[in-house]
C-alpha cells in the first residue's frame, strides 16, 4: 500500500504565498511523475504541474510565472510553491503519483487533497 501525505494548505490573502507539501510512504521501488492537481466544485479535476523522475517539469498555462514545483527523490516528496496568489486560485489542491512497487506494479496514486482558499 501506497500513501500520499500533503500539507500546507490554508487561507491566503491575494497577493500572497503557500508552499504545499505531499510525501509518498509505503511499498515504492520508484516514483515515476508526481504532479498537482486542483478541483473546484461542479469543475474537473485539472493538472496545476507536473515533474517527471527525469526533472522535466510542466505547467498549467494559469500558474506559469507564479508556481514552482520541485521534488526531493531521497524523501520520496513533491513540493509546490504558490506565489501571487489570485481568488481564482482557490481550490482542493491534490498530489498524484506514478509508482512503482517493489513487484513492478505500476498505478497511480493521489492523495486526499488540501484545500487552498485566496482572498480578495
Known amino acids: 500500500q501506497v500513501q500520499l501525505v500533503e500539507s500546507g494548505g490554508g487561507l491566503v490573502q491575494a497577493g500572497g504565498s503557500l508552499r504545499l507539501s505531499c510525501a509518498a510512504s509505503?511499498?515504492?521501488?520508484?516514483?515515476?511523475?508526481m504532479g498537482w492537481y486542483r478541483q473546484t466544485p461542479g469543475k474537473q479535476r485539472e493538472l496545476v504541474a507536473e515533474v517527471t523522475s527525469g526533472g522535466s517539469i510542466n505547467y498549467a498555462d494559469a500558474v506559469k510565472g507564479r508556481f514552482a514545483i520541485s521534488r526531493d527523490n531521497a524523501k520520496n516528496t513533491v513540493y509546490l510553491q504558490m506565489n501571487s496568489l489570485k481568488p481564482e486560485d482557490t481550490a482542493v489542491y491534490y498530489c498524484n503519483a506514478g509508482v512503482v512497487t517493489p513487484g513492478w506494479y505500476a498505478m497511480d496514486y493521489w492523495g486526499k487533497g488540501t484545500l487552498v482558499t485566496v482572498s480578495s
Open positions: 509505503g511499498r515504492i521501488f520508484r516514483l515515476n511523475a
